[in-house]
């Protein structure tokens, strides 16, 4: 069974930026694809970008702009770079892989 672990989150002024990790036990090219999620206080679930194994990488118009997914093989571990962090991207950040694989969160408030 993969996991996934996410890291990188904690309070941030608001304009300031962050960068999430999501660490699999496994080579990340077996995942066909990683997606990062976020679910506010309050709110429903929301998607917020996807990386496929080939490189390719989505993104809901909401974010466009402001969030950037990567990847660093040789560690097998996915990124989510945010920038201009708003008080209403406070929420817990995870990520998930096929199969219903998906980490604890991480958690992201930002505030002044």
């Known amino acids: 069974q993969v996991q996934l672990v996410e890291s990188g989150g904690g309070l941030v002024q608001p304009g300031g930026s962050l960068k999430l990790s999501c660490a699999a036990s496994?080579?990340?090219?077996?995942?066909?694809?990683v997606n990062w999620y976020r679910q506010g206080p309050g709110k429903e679930r929301e998607w917020l970008a996807l990386l496929t194994n080939l490189g390719s990488t989505n993104y809901a118009d909401s974010v466009k702009g402001r969030f950037t997914i990567s990847r660093d093989t040789a560690k097998n571990t996915v990124y989510l770079r945010i920038n201009g962090l708003k008080p209403e991207d406070t929420a817990v950040y995870y990520c998930?892989?096929?199969?219903?694989?998906r980490g604890q969160g991480t958690q992201v408030t930002v505030s002044s």
């Open positions: 496994t080579n990340i090219f077996s995942l066909p694809y």
């Open positions: 998930t892989a096929p199969g219903g694989v």
